[in-house]
T-cell receptor
């Protein structure tokens, strides 16, 4: 059975710190890995990583895919209180199967 | 990205009743997805809804409990039937950015509490 595991489950840091969130996957077929930010109810899309795009960056957020280690990290530098959220990673199998399998999430809390 | 709306945004229901959740998209999409997020848990796919065909349910979810309609390319409904407190969750619909792209965008969600 396909599995996505995130660590840590929760993280509390001070504003300005840099954080690294981890996602590892054990899957039969891999097409892409996605990161989402969930503040209230709806997850908002952050990044998608594939074999042809293993590193993405947007402002203070960046993400890298390590296909050899079957893992990905999400980095947030100079954290702000608005970064407080649950961060979810999900994987998608091969083309034609659009199902997303989500990890358990990391709850990030930024203390002012 | 598509603009997705859901109704209701929240509801409190009695055990044994049913609730229908609506999902409306501002553009035509081939596939719509329904997820459930139980308290403290991650998202779990309930079913995939294609226009013009029966929904495809994931393991552990059945049509009698979660009937889905997909009358056109911009609208879908999910009904939670014969509810119990274990059905208390956030229910989310999502759509793909474009056909063949994995990026899914989510509606605002429906928070359901069953007493």
């Amino acid at each position: 059975e396909d599995k996505v595991v995130q660590s840590p489950l929760s993280l509390v840091v001070h504003e300005g710190d840099t954080v690294t969130l981890n996602c590892s996957y054990e899957v039969t077929n891999f097409r892409s890995l996605l990161w989402y930010k969930q503040e209230k109810k709806a997850p908002t899309f952050l990044f998608m990583l594939t074999s042809s795009g293993i590193e993405k960056k947007s402002g203070r957020l960046s993400s890298i895919l390590d296909k050899k280690e079957l893992s990905s990290i999400l980095n947030i530098t100079a954290t702000q209180t608005g970064d407080s959220a649950i961060y979810l990673c999900a994987f998608s199998p091969n083309f034609g199967n659009e199902k997303l399998t989500f990890g358990t999430g990391t709850r990030l809390t930024i203390i002012p | 990205s598509a603009v997705i709306s859901q109704k209701p945004s929240r509801d409190i229901c009695q055990r044994g009743t049913s609730l229908t959740i609506q999902c409306q998209v501002d553009s035509q999409v081939t596939m719509m997805f329904w997820y459930r997020q139980q308290p403290g848990q991650s998202l779990t796919l309930i079913a995939t809804a294609n226009q013009g065909s029966e929904a495809t349910y994931e393991s552990g979810f059945v049509i009698d409990k979660f009937p889905i309609s997909r009358p056109n390319l911009t609208f879908s409904t999910l009904t939670v039937s014969n509810m119990s407190p274990e059905d208390s969750s956030i229910y989310l619909c999502s759509v793909e950015r474009d056909r063949g792209y994995n990026e899914q965008f989510f509606g605002p969600g429906t928070r359901l509490t069953v007493l």
